[in-house]
């Protein structure tokens, strides 16, 4: 067996972290083991999905029915992403393990340390470096059991190259913000792509929870214009469909929507400048940086200014 087949121990990844040394996060991709007398397995973090599937159900409908969450069980716990019933993935967690920026190996659950949970789970992989995660058994299987597949309001057209928005919308709002999403897309002249439309179940155990209710989130794909001006144009429009959105009762996965302005994101997330403060407090020398952290620290920190393209109008 040669050294990049091999994986990672908690050791290892401990004096990588305090030596600021590399590591191949791939090597991170183990079945740790299988507990079926508490009802738990616990994974490394970089496990695929249908690895897991794999082993605990091989050869039936599990591996098709989780094509819809992250790839990986360390990505999924990054964005508290939704699982294919709809639940985030907080739902499934019972503990996990990780090395902290100060390199050392802590296990942390929802009682030993719920501010750490909390944080961690949709923390955008702030706050160190995943080792293991412990996932219940009975969550899982219902999520399979329980699954929902997405729904295709308008399917994919044609090859055009599309950027997608995710935007929650209370249930009962759906129809009218779609109505005024098409008209909307229809004033500005850009296309709409396709329309993809899934339950999302609420949680509230996570500090920047996106998924503060139940809601259906749609994903619209649009064309992303071939110059810059109609990709300024199509930005703008973006927002005016966050803004829809949030005057029907909704918001936005904050994970994937960089176009949201500062306004938009303190409505939807009041809690966003305090998980910034949160994160240079366990971090202090920022070595877990990446783009979203800079990217939101620089949306609080900018001074407002509109800048605004008029929609097209024909002669």
Known sequence: MNARSMPVSAQELCESVRQSLPFDPSRLDRVLRVDTSRGLVEVQAQTSWKTLAAQLRPGDALTREIRDMRVSVGESIAWNAAGPDGR????????????????????????????????????????????????????????????????????PRGTVLARRLRLLIPPDQLAPLLAETKELCAQWRIPIQGIRMRRIQA??????????????????????????????????????????????????PIACTPEATRAQAERCYPQLAEFLVEQRRIDPHERWVNPWLRHHRSLLGREACEVRWERYVEP
């Not at 659950?109 to 995660?133: E, K, T």
């Not at 929902?148 to 308008?154: A, C």
């Open 88 to 155: 985030p993935t907080v739902t499934h967690v019972e503990s996990f393990t990780m090395v902290t920026p100060d390199g050392l190996l802590r296990r942390v659950d929802r009682i030993s340390n719920p501010g750490l949970f909390a944080l961690v789970l949709g923390g955008q992989g702030l706050f160190g470096v995943l080792y293991s995660v412990t996932l219940r058994l009975e969550s899982l299987a219902r999520a399979v059991s329980e699954a929902q597949p997405p729904e295709d309001i308008i399917g």
């Open 203 to 252: 949680e509230d155990e996570t500090f920047l929870r996106w998924a503060r209710r139940d809601y259906v989130q749609i994903r619209l794909a649009m064309d992303m214009g071939a110059n810059l001006a109609t990709q300024v144009r199509t930005t703008q429009l973006r927002r005016e469909l966050i803004d829809l959105a949030i005057s029907r009762g909704g918001s936005f």
